[in-house]
């Protein structure tokens, strides 16, 4: 909110999405393939009959204002989704509220509450009776057939989703003194999410599955900080602060199963002739408390000093608190009097930390699962066994750095270097079968490391009161390994001593040229599934009446990605998939192209249905993709006297790339959770090119 008359601003957002291309553009003119569908290439990889352009459009109003003890902002927005697929809707009304108070003085309160309820429709993709399967698969599909008529039968599976969210919180603020100050602060958090998840009846011939799934989660916080500065002399000035946080996460899941249905139009579980019911629930506290003092000496010298404690219910019983110190100080160099103008501005810091992460509900607890009844008598087996002791994994980081500036702020530069080791790291440690607990428990066992650098450096070329020009650069680095894991050479595929945290490692064809069969090394590395590299370029083009252009695009290389289903699921299944195309020669019976026999051995591997695993299909994921490229107008000269500024946005977003992968992309969605609050979720699709445009007025 402000201090001012009521200021109202309104804004209309329309957009439109589409998929890039993925695949392989090649001429399949002649095969069954193209008689059937009509697409003579595979430049979709068969999504072409079924993708459509999406509409979104947005609208929202919002108006602040207030006096000098009141200050407001209320807004409220209405969204809707469609997607590039048939049955992908939804729809989304949020609305907020703001308020500061100052009902006293040295006291001020604020409230700010938000709420959304959302409503979205999601075609299947992610199994057997969804699309992923089937359209990539062509004829080797669960339908035996790829016509679209036949493929779109997977539209009567119904699934949709209902999502409420409130957020709400108060922010107290008393100033005793100008040097004094409290400020408490209590949130609270609640989603909740229900899904419907129908196979009608009749659907592929059954008579009909519903599964139910309600999701909530809480989460209720308290926060609270006192600061006290004085001067401990006349050039060295102290602020210290104590204070202390509280957070409860409460989770709950219920689910309930039905199948067979007597041909309900409106099914429910309970129509169902066979039923089962599903509850999950989880609730954790975390609470420490932090002291902390900034020195500041002669405005050029800073020292700050921490400590945190923290304890967690997810800990074990033998665990108590977790200790977390901090330092850091920086030193504005370029304020010496040795330093020359020329020389520009610079500042140097360095900084000591520490930081933890605490394991989930019930890692620590010894837990069991029934397993019907043995004898005529209620059973159970063994599943977590437990550990007394665990706690948290830590994280120690140092890092240093500068931040500077030349040319009368022209040119300004950023860098950090950080090197951080993770002690007592949470990994799943497999149990010894004859001790009655055969799973993975999570025990604080590895030592895992992480280096870098991260630039942030931008320019200006031009600067004048009508043309401006900016240049922007971030450049990340990371580099993992895991150091140590309790004397092993591995845990399973989380961690592999010597290499890179989250890694692929699996087959691999050591011949992969040679027109010979494939020599395969059997647990070979291929590299980190995380990007070690990550660049950022960005121009802002400033013109006369306030027109503005801008460019940014984003540079990931360094890893890896494993196509575990879409190409490996399709050659298991004998489908034809495009990477492969030229490892076939002539038409089949019922269209299963028939592998040459002198082909390449990568090709033999990959291509051969008795010899394919989803190692062959592991690909370096190196791309460049241009993120936006957006113009800003303003229109207010024609609108009434009456409003203040208006301004017309337009973008374009992620529409062109460049990959190392041959035939996928690299940012191809996965599988969402339960929990996954998104709209349109499209996980055997990459992300589409969208169009923007916005008009944004305020009056």
């Known amino acids: 909110g402000s201090s001012s008359a009521p200021v109202w601003t309104v804004e209309t957002t329309q ?88 009902p006293t003085t040295g006291l001020q309160i604020q409230w700010n509450t938000g709420y959304t309820h959302s409503w979205q429709q999601n075609v299947s993709q992610s199994n057997s009776q969804g699309y992923g399967h089937n359209v990539v698969r062509g004829i080797a599909n669960f339908f035996a057939d790829d016509r679209p008529e036949v493929v779109n039968r997977i539209l009567d599976y119904d699934i949709q989703s209902w999502i409420d969210r409130l957020t709400t919180g108060a922010t107290f603020t008393y100033s005793a003194t100008s040097d004094l100050t409290n400020r408490l602060t209590i949130g609270y958090d609640f989603i909740q999410k229900d899904t419907r998840n129908l196979r009608p009846y009749g659907f592929f011939g059954g008579v009909g599955q519903l599964l139910t799934h309600n999701w909530q989660n809480k989460v209720l916080t308290f926060d609270y900080v006192g600061t006290f500065s004085f001067n401990v002399t006349a050039g060295i000035r102290s602020s210290f602060s104590w204070g202390g946080q509280a957070v409860g996460d409460e989770d709950y899941t219920l689910r309930g199963w039905g199948e067979n249905f007597p041909g309900a139009t409106e099914p429910t579980v309970t129509s169902a002739a066979s039923r089962q019911g599903f509850e999950e629930r989880a609730k954790v506290w ?97 599943l977590n066994r437990g550990n007394p002791d665990l706690g948290p994994e830590v994280t120690a980081e140092v890092e240093g750095g500068f931040d500077a500036s030349w040319l009368d702020d022209r040119l300004r530069v950023d860098l950090t270097y950080y090197r951080s080791t993770t002690n007592n790291a949470l990994l799943p440690v497999a149990g010894v079968a004859s001790a009655g607990f055969a799973g993975n428990q999570l025990e604080n066992v590895g030592t895992l490391r992480n280096s870098g650098i991260e630039i942030a450096a931008s320019a200006s070329p031009i600067l004048r009161s009508n043309w401006g020009w900016e240049l922007g650069l971030n450049v990340t680095t990371n580099h993992s390994k895991a150091v140590d894991l309790g004397g092993r050479q591995s845990i399973g595929n989380d961690a592999i001593l010597g290499e890179p945290i989250a890694v692929y490692r699996g087959r691999y064809v050591k011949n992969p040229d040679e027109f010979a069969a494939p020599v395969i090394e059997q647990n070979h590395i291929y590299g980190p599934a995380q990007p070690t590299l990550i660049v950022s370029p960005s121009t802002t083009v400033r013109l006369p009446a306030g027109i503005m252009l801008a460019v940014r695009g984003e540079y990931k290389a360094g890893h890896f990605y494993q196509d575990s289903n879409i190409e490996s699921g399709a050659v298991s299944r004998s489908a034809t998939v495009p990477s492969c195309w030229r490892y076939y020669a002539n038409k089949g019976v019922n269209n299963q192209l028939i592998p040459l026999d002198q082909v390449p051995a990568l090709g033999r591997a990959r291509c051969t249905p008795s010899l394919t695993n989803s190692d062959y299909f592991i690909y370096p994921a190196d791309f460049f993709r241009l993120r936006s490229v957006s113009a800003t107008v303003p229109v207010e000269f024609l609108l009434s006297d009456r409003v203040s500024s208006a301004a017309l946005t337009v973008s374009l977003n992620n529409s062109w790339s460049w990959k190392e992968m041959p035939i996928l992309d690299p940012e191809l969605g996965q599988n969402g959770a339960p929990e996954d609050l998104s709209i349109d979720s499209s996980p055997r699709l990459p992300p589409p090119i969208q169009f923007i445009a916005s008009l944004r007025v305020t009056f």
């Open 286 to 382: 975390n609470a420490g408390f932090f002291f902390q003092n900034i020195f500041d000496i002669r405005n050029r010298y800073f020292l700050t000093v921490g400590m945190r404690a923290d304890g967690n219910s997810a800990f074990g019983e033998g665990f108590g608190l977790q200790v977390y110190p901090k330092l850091s100080g920086s030193w504005v160099i370029s304020d010496e009097s040795f330093w020359r103008p020329a020389w520009g501005t610079v500042k140097l810091r360095a900084a000591y930390g520490q930081s933890g992460r605490a394991p989930g509900a019930f890692d620590a607890v010894r837990t069991w699962t029934a397993t019907g009844s043995f004898l005529g008598k209620p059973a159970f087996l063994p």
């Open 15 to 102: 957009s439109a999405i589409w998929s890039r291309k993925f695949g392989m553009d090649i001429d399949i003119s002649g095969t069954p393939e193209c008689e059937r569908t009509g697409d003579c290439n595979l430049e979709y990889f068969r999504w072409r009959p079924y993708l459509k352009t999406g509409y979104n459009p947005m609208y929202s109003a919002s108006v602040r204002g207030g006096g000098q003890n009141l200050q407001y902002f209320v807004s409220g927005g209405f969204e809707q989704s469609e997607g590039m697929l048939e049955n992908e809707h939804g729809e989304k009304w949020l609305t907020r509220g703001n308020f500061s108070f100052t």
